[in-house]
């Protein structure tokens, strides 16, 4: 059922409007609209009075849409030129105002030819970098595999003069070989000075490449400094990982959700993800520092200023989803500069920017630990906010399941539920089930909120899916003395590919089947791809050839082989990614209709006042179309965040239902909606051309099993 609009508040509460508006909120020159990564346009053309009338503008189609890609990006505007990614990695100039075409580079096809045969290793990638000098050196910087590129912004060429003929190996510099190990970028980096400073994505399993931060020469792509995090002796936060050695091992703690800069004072702030491996901690005992924290760092050294840890000892993949914004608000009647952080379970985490102290009292609060896995070190509090109320439910009981469905499969969902442990948050992974809610996808997620610097009213999209984490023992990775290729495959699949296709290789809405899959690939190709991994599947090049061969006759079916004996390569088993569980999979937990097993809202929007901590007004977001047809508006799960503009629209796609929004940013009424030709899984920006204000917006598809899309779609009046 709709929630109902709470009356606004008196204005009074709200920050003093600005009688001048920054220059830089009049562009959309930096992913999320601005280093503050508040996705704010001080535009005004368009408003609550003819929004109602917007139109598509221009519409331009990438033309290499595929099953299952898509388009996450955030796109830049700059000089009345737009700035995009295609579904397959090419980087693409268009006039911001028709969308017609002014280069395309291919990074499958550097030269403008293919160079023999293979995969190309594609990533997730939601935007890019835009540098330019007092000189008039224009560039981009982007992601596409493992190489950060540079691209002349006029030319759509690599500019040679930076890194290895235009291009850096996110690879190297890394202080140990991690050639083997899969490191992308999946939000674009960010540029102070003459730096372009980026974060990684790498895989979340035992053994993983560490996720450090880097900044680069934007001129020549030499490595100007590195930020460890996770510590090695004599740093900072080493003795946070019980283990001394664990550095040398262990992975993760990765910016992979980008950052957000305060340039005049020179400081950047960094959202950190989980240490991995994400759902057991026993072979990396200690609150993991610098994993699932707020880092404020020197961003012309690298050198540490404050770090606040938002969870302790991570097992439940709670990694920061998106960077912090940089805001003013009121306490006491007071200004302060502040930092906002959303995070995946709801909180809302308001910090001091110079000190990153809390504002407002966050207590550290007893977590149950009794039921944990042997051999696991649950920390014993975690960090709660006190000063904003969850934007999320974040517990799921029999009183919240989901009564929209038949009675069978109501029981059928309250039967399950009562064989998992469930009710609160952080209670640990578990042979038998643990409840994960809101699920691993958020609360908040990669898209990010807004932030409207006039108002000081912060806005936030959300999901509210429950995800059931199972453990099981696993496999040594020493393997028997005796053992077929099918049996070695088997346990292959276990340790690297069960944890995202499941235990009977079925899938999810985020990562596809492998069921018949050997109607599509052969041995060749599948080993291609294991080698170069594609969109989220990250590559295996540590696996050897008889491994990947086993792995082959396992999940292509290869009977041929099957029986065939495995030989094993010689292989230093490390201890710390010799782990003794692994989970069985991403699984929602769902009722047999294919509905989230809970009661709706199962997507929301919200704006809550930064200054009084309270709820302005909340809504469902997205709807099922036979729902709706019955009145009932239940919400969707949601990928990609929203814009706040000074005309009083909030701009948001990312709704599971293909749907284009734009609310009343002071009441929440809906103002107008068109349906996209894919789900617009993205951010839109904001941007102004010859004049006119456009809103554009990435239509990609490719997630919750909605179909794909190659458009970036346009509107103005």
Sequence with gaps: MRSTTIHVLIISTLLTACTSRSNRYLHWEVYGGSKENIHYS????????????LKVAWAYHTGDAEDMTQIQVNPVVVDERLYGVSPKLKLFAVDAATGKEVWVFDPARPSGEVKGKGYFQYNACRGVTFYENEGGDRRIFYTAGAKLYCIDADKGQPVMSFGDSGFVDLHRDMGRNMDQLYITSTTPGIIYKDLIITGTRVAEEAGGAPGYIRAYDVHSGKLRWIFHTIPQPG??????????????????????AG????????????????????????????????????????????????HFQTVHHDLWDRDLPTAPMLVTVKKEGKKADAIVQVTKTGFIF???????????????????????????????????PSFFKPFVRQALTEDNLNRLVPDSSYQDIRTKLAGYKTGRLFIPPSRQGTVIFPGFDGGAEWGGPAADPETGVLYVNASEMPWILTMIDAEEQHPPVKETQLQAGKRLYTTH???CHGPERKGSSTFPSLVNIQH??????????????????????????????????????????QQTPFV?????????????????GYNKFLTKEGYPAVAPPWGTLSAIDLNTGQLLWKDTLGDYPELKAKGIHSGTENYGGPVVTAGGLLFIAATADSKFRAFNKRTGQLLWETTLPACGFATPAVYEANGKQYVVISCGGGKLGKKSGDTYMAFSL
């Design 235 to 256: 740093e900072t936060g080493y003795e946070s990982w019980e283990d001394k050695d664990a550095w040398q091992h262990m992975g993760g703690a990765n910016a992979w």
């Design 350 to 384: 308001l910090l001091d920017k110079s000190s990153g102290q809390p504002l407002y009292p966050v207590a550290e609060t007893p977590v149950p630990a009794d039921t944990a896995l042997p051999g696991e070190q649950v920390w014993p509090t975690q960090p709660v």
């Design 259 to 306: 950052f957000s800069l305060d340039e005049e004072k020179g400081v950047l702030f960094a959202p950190i993800g989980s240490a991995s491996y994400d759902f057991y901690g026993g072979k990396r005992k200690g609150s993991n520092l610098f994993a699932n924290c707020v880092l404020a760092l020197d961003a012309a050294t690298g050198k540490r200023i404050w």
């Design 568 to 584: 094993a390569s010689r292989k230093n088993v490390d201890a710390y990614t010799n782990l003794p569980y692994r989970a069985t």
């Design 520 to 561: 599509k690939y052969n041995e060749t190709a599948f080993t291609q791809l294991v080698d170069a991994g594609r969109r989220m599947m990250p590559a295996f090049k540590q696996l050897d050839r008889s491994e990947k061969k086993a792995l082959a006759a396992f999940i292509l079916d290869i009977k041929a082989t």
């Design 42 to 53: 001080a535009l005004t053309q368009l408003d609550t009075g003819n929004v109602s009338k």
């Design 497 to 499: 590919c069960m944890a």
